[in-house]
């Protein structure tokens, strides 16, 4: 397959179509998007439709399509998160509730008006878990609510992860190049290990909530999950751009283009002199067993750096997790805030119900010392981890979960504390507002079936640009295998 710069170049030099770009990528998410649990809709109509505008702009443009920079990704077939609305098309976020009663938006969320003037097709909604909370990507959206699960690629009896595990498991087995994502605690990690892809998540305020949604509690943003670092730095540079009201971005555009910062990855020196910091103990849950493959995962990507003449030495545990759970009450009134009539609670799924009865217990003064609390961990992440340009850590205590073996709908409380054993790293970058990416570094057979194990590089707030060069360097020196087609 080829990748989003190579497909928006040829586009843009007319040497293919973007209708035929989308018809083919349509044609990948009918073959194998059923049996990975892709998409929550596809939306062929609208995709084409978008692509004939592409090719419209781009006749408009001349014959080598100079003077498109407002196309970056011309003809790109992304599809969109079902968090985020788009316009007409029903939005369902993986809950019975709004599959019984879906919302139908009027408006573009503002990453998707980002994408679309960027020249993208959005072939259709990506599966999501109910409102995105846990890490498996398991809605119950199916005939009499059945679970329809997003799956891995490299084994369709293991989930693609979440909350954007429909997107990881697009871009995993081939049908687009980018998958819009997001990221509250892990999201855009989570399913890129799982399927053995790139997941990057943004620092806090690079990418806008505008001009619809606001910052809260400061711990999603907006991103993709993709195959190549340098497809995930231009789609980055395209939603970077910003809405009124926004606060300072922390990559301004006199630092160039994220995509410019990535290139820099290419040199040999990208490495040398850095201090990277390897941390294989887990974090956020004490007792998490973590897989042998999983630390190789991590070691592997240090060694790599190491041997590029950077400075490998151990990094100190942040917090304890006790700290962590400064995260809870946050995560917990998010889960309460919900539009959720109270006639409609049933229909939620356990998990839900738990988590927003949880928030019920959270007074107003409880919730500003969850605030302060993030903060005062985020200082302590910043101060342990202050003298590493990044941190090294598996991805995932172990490898792509297995369908239904952390989902515990009777005991809601339990399930929780298995997404914590099964992710006790991603929400650090969550809580610090700080650059985290996820690179499938590692592959190792597990019960007679190769699985990716992912390592993730975190940094500190601001720097996206020198970790995406650092990905791109390991990407170059260490290249990872295209995810396997699944079996259709």
């Not at 970056?72 to 609305?85: E, Y």
């Not at 049908?175 to 053995?196: E, K, L, M, Y």
């Not at 009450?329 to 939620?348: F, I, K, R, S, T």
């Amino acid at each position: 397959m080829e990748t989003a710069l190579e497909i928006a170049a040829a586009v843009r030099a007319r040497r293919v179509s973007a209708v035929e770009i989308t018809t083919a990528a349509l044609e990948r998410a009918e073959r194998f998007g059923p049996a990975v649990g892709a998409f929550a809709v596809v939306t062929p109509g609208l995709a084409l439709d978008q692509a004939r505008a592409v090719d419209a702009a781009v006749a408009r443009l001349g014959a080598d399509g100079a003077g498109a920079p407002g196309l970056a990704l011309a003809g790109v077939p992304v599809p969109i998160k079902d968090l985020n609305q788009v316009a007409g098309v029903p939005l369902r976020a993986g809950s019975r509730v709004l599959a019984a009663e879906p919302v139908v938006p009027e408006v573009d969320d503002g990453t998707v008006v980002r994408l679309r003037e960027a020249g993208t097709t959005m072939i259709g909604k990506t599966a999501t878990p109910e409102f995105g909370f846990p890490p498996y990507t398991e809605p119950r959206t199916g005939p009499d609510g059945a679970v329809v699960a997003a799956r891995t690629p490299w084994d369709l009896g293991r989930g693609a992860g979440g909350s954007s595990g429909g997107a990881a498991a697009a871009v995993g087995c081939g049908i687009v190049p980018v998958g819009h994502a997001s990221d509250g605690g892990g999201s855009i990690r989570i399913p890129a290990a799982s399927c053995g892809i790139v997941g990057f998540k943004p620092s806090r305020g690079l990418v806008s909530t505008g001009p619809w949604g606001v910052e809260g509690n400061g711990l999603a943003t907006q991103g993709v999950v993709s195959r190549t670092v340098l497809d995930t730095a231009l789609a980055l540079d395209v939603l970077r751009e910003g809405w009124p009201g926004d606060g300072p971005s922390p990559w301004s555009g006199e630092r160039g283009s994220l995509l410019d910062a990535a290139r820099d990855g290419q040199r040999t020196t990208t490495a040398r002199g850095l201090r990277i910091g390897i941390l294989t103990e887990p974090v956020v849950a004490g007792d998490a067993v973590v897989h042998p493959e999983a630390v190789a995962a991590a070691e592997r990507a240090a060694r790599t750096l190491e041997e590029a003449g950077a400075v490998v030495e151990p990094a100190p545990v942040p917090f304890t997790p006790e700290e962590w759970l400064a995260f809870m009450p946050l995560w917990a009134v998010g889960a309460l805030g919900l539009p959720v009539p109270d006639e409609a609670e049933p229909l939620l799924e356990p998990l839900t119900r738990w988590l927003r009865e949880v928030g019920r217990g959270v007074s107003g003064a409880d919730y500003a010392r969850a605030v302060g609390d993030a903060q005062r961990v985020a200082r302590k992440v910043a101060t342990a981890w202050g003298a590493f340009d990044a941190v090294v850590t598996p991805s995932l205590a172990g490898p792509p979960a297995p369908v239904g073996s952390i989902r515990d709908d009777a005991d809601p409380a339990r399930d929780f504390e298995d997404q914590k054993r099964f992710t006790p790293w991603t929400s650090i970058a969550n809580i610090a507002g700080a650059p985290s990416v996820s690179l499938p570094v590692h592959r190792a057979v597990v019960d007679g079936v190769e699985l990716p194990f992912g390592a993730m590089l975190t940094a500190p707030l601001g720097t996206d640009g020198a970790l995406l060069a650092l990905a791109r360097h390991l990407e170059l020196a260490d290249p990872w295998p295209a995810p396997p087609l699944p079996q259709v």
